[in-house]
């Protein structure tokens, strides 16, 4: 039976059936619930801009969840159902109630096209259902899941739209090594600094991070780039957990033209897990000491130094504060597999696959 998630009870359920379905499991690491239950609260419950749904037993037990809504597709020219939080038990019978919930909706509403998994709020930030990777632990804003998702959505008739990946990278003295021959190689031909994120101007240091973000859209970014307003809430919301020396703007010493952009995060998933999807101050501040591992989040350049070296050049000003925080690995991505270029920058100090997830879609037949 699916149920719609309609009241604060619903919802708190639909959070947390991941609790149950993954207790036992090593490498899942839990979302925070708190602030998770308050984006859904809003755009579930309140503005209606998605739906949730619980697939229950007999009994009255969730056994899965789904969460969808309709977005333009400007890649497709179309609306396009866009679904996340799937999770479900191993059983073909739950996920085919789930997704025919869904279908039945879109054909009522006129969508034909399917496809997911992605973050929620944010069609085009693409995640997927992970096919290759299960022996480590997910890093941040990334996701994880059993093996067995892939089959039930291909059993159900969603098939691959494309395969996104991160890559993991060393940091050793042969990687740093690397990035200083390629720093070396770039600055010889270009006179452009890299600096850190200034809390001191940080109203001016946004404004660049939005021009590049701007600039550098492609035609493998479908997305509008990011409103003022979104990066500035972003960097208030996520202030605690930023390191200023992780986040890099360059900048053409002439003219002061901001020209890529780079956001690293501390891996804080290694403390998460500890704190087990709940929000615990001093065991994240104590936590935070304890990291290994940094994530790649964000990485963008205008056109016109795309390929010349630029991004090793800012890695390379990343890495040399790794080893002061004693951050061993790095992980990038997540990459769409139609854009080799990002491959290649890793490659040259490096970098290998470490992680593959799949977007998966179906078309709709009357």
């Keep these: 039976m699916i149920a719609e998630v309609k009241t604060k009870k619903d919802l708190h359920r639909f959070i947390h059936f991941v609790e149950k379905l993954y207790k036992h499991d090593i490498h899942y690491v839990f979302p925070l619930f708190g602030p998770l239950g308050k984006e859904l609260d809003e755009q579930v419950l309140k503005t209606g801009k998605y739906k949730a749904i619980l697939s229950l037993n007999f009994k009255g037990e969730a056994q899965g969840r789904m969460l969808y809504t309709y977005d333009f597709s400007k890649h497709a020219q179309k609306n396009v159902c866009y679904f996340s939080f799937f999770d479900a038990i191993d059983d073909q019978s739950v996920a085919d109630e789930l997704f025919e919930y869904m279908e039945s909706d879109m054909r009522k509403d006129g969508v034909d096209f399917a496809e997911g998994t992605f973050a929620p709020y944010d069609p085009d930030t693409r995640r997927g259902i992970l096919v290759k990777g299960f022996d480590t632990d997910p890093s941040l804003f990334t996701s994880y899941n059993y093996e067995y998702y892939g089959k039930l959505l291909e059993n159900r008739g969603y098939v691959k739209v494309y395969d996104t990946f991160t890559i993991k990278a060393d940091v050793s003295p042969e990687s740093e090594r690397r990035l200083k021959a390629l720093k070396d190689h770039f600055h010889r031909r270009f006179?452009?600094?890299?600096?850190?994120?200034?809390?001191?101007?940080?109203?001016?240091?946004?404004?660049?991070?939005?021009?590049?973000?701007?600039?550098?859209?492609?035609?493998?970014?479908?997305?509008?780039?990011?409103?003022?307003?979104?990066?500035?809430?972003?960097?208030?919301?996520?202030?605690?957990?930023?390191?200023?020396?992780?986040?890099?703007?360059?900048r053409e010493n002439e003219t002061e033209r901001p020209v890529g952009f780079c956001l690293v995060l501390p891996d804080y998933n290694q403390v998460f897990k500890i704190t087990k999807g709940r929000i615990r101050p001093l065991k994240i501040l104590f936590g935070k000491k304890k990291i290994t591992r940094a994530r790649g989040i964000l990485q963008y350049l205008v056109p016109e130094y795309q390929g010349t070296g630029l991004i090793g050049s800012i890695y390379q000003s990343v890495y040399a504060k790794f080893r002061e925080n004693h951050i061993t690995e790095f992980v990038a991505g997540t990459m769409m597999e139609k854009n080799p270029n990002a491959f290649h920058v890793f490659d040259k100090f490096g970098g290998r696959l470490h992680k593959i997830y799949r977007i998966y879609g179906k078309e709709l037949t009357q």
Excluded: C, G, W
Excluded at 212 to 220: G, K, R, V
Excluded at 225 to 243: H, K, Y
């Design 191 to 250: 006179n452009v600094r890299i600096d850190s994120l200034d809390y001191k101007n940080l109203e001016k240091d946004l404004e660049d991070v939005h021009r590049i973000f701007q600039e550098a859209t492609n035609e493998l970014i479908y997305q509008d780039p990011p409103s003022m307003d979104m990066i500035r809430n972003v960097a208030e919301n996520m202030r605690m957990f930023l390191d200023p020396d992780y986040i890099k703007i360059a």
